[in-house]
């Protein structure tokens, strides 16, 4: 089983340039959301989404926009991109079934913005 | 809104003694608790998990979790640690209350001495 497929897994990016970071879940999860991993900081919710046609913003989801067009897909859009989003972005997915649901990780992607 | 602490940044234990890793929360209702664990350049793998039930949960390669209310804490456990346990250990919490995100410490990294 795939389970959660995040692309790329290395990028560079330019200060200004735009980027979609691909994550695909094939367990048929509702829930879906985005983390970035700064040193010291843990995990940050960027966005999240309860399932198709639906998202909503997490603690810091300034500069960066998603949709949900699909139960599988939920893409990360970085729409200028910045120094201060450098960082490791992981996707991850939960199945619907209460609050006890664990999540599923990607295997992140590194992002480095010059 | 839901927090996680973890206070510790490190955690050296020599190999073939008991590991512990603090972690105390904050939520409205009843908490979900979680732990995940991260080696070097992967994403977060799922250890345990607390709903309901008996306060000593089992996980995965042997680590288990003590939840306790009054203490609001969930300290992760293994008797005899390995030097293949040394990785980044993440609590995460989600309240009965409010909304249903997945919150997360900073992490404790463990490091087990041969």
């Known amino acids: 089983n795939a389970g959660v497929t995040q692309t790329p897994k290395f990028q560079v990016l330019k200060t200004g340039q735009s980027m979609t970071l691909q994550c695909a879940q094939d367990?048929?999860?509702?829930?879906m959301s985005w983390y970035r991993q700064d040193p010291g900081m843990g995990l940050r919710l960027i966005h999240y989404?309860?399932?198709?046609?639906?998202?909503d913003q997490g603690e810091v989801p300034n500069g960066y926009n998603v949709s949900r067009s699909t139960t599988e897909d939920f893409p990360l859009r970085l729409l200028s991109a910045a120094p201060s989003q450098t960082s490791v972005y992981f996707c991850?997915?939960?199945?619907?079934?209460?609050?006890?649901?664990?999540?599923?990780f990607g295997q992140g992607t590194r992002l480095t913005v010059v | 809104a839901q927090s996680v602490a973890q206070p510790e940044d490190q955690v050296n234990v020599a190999e073939g003694n008991p590991l512990t890793v603090k972690c105390t929360y904050s939520v409205s209702g009843n908490p979900y608790l979680f732990w995940y664990v991260q080696y070097p350049n992967r994403g977060l793998q799922f250890l345990l998990k607390y709903i309901t039930g008996d306060n000593l949960v089992k996980g995965s390669y042997g680590f288990e979790a003590e939840f306790n209310k009054s203490q609001t804490s969930f300290h992760l456990k293994k008797p005899s640690a390995l030097v293949s346990d040394s990785a980044l250990y993440f609590c995460?919490?989600?309240?009965?209350?409010?909304?249903?995100?997945?919150?997360f410490g900073k992490g404790n990294q463990v490091v087990v001495i041969p």
């Open positions: 367990m048929n999860h509702e829930y």
């Open positions: 991850a997915s939960s199945s619907g079934q209460g609050l006890g649901a664990e999540a599923f």
């Open positions: 989404s309860v399932g198709a046609g639906i998202t």
């Open positions: 995460a919490v989600r309240g009965s209350f409010g909304n249903n995100r997945l919150a």
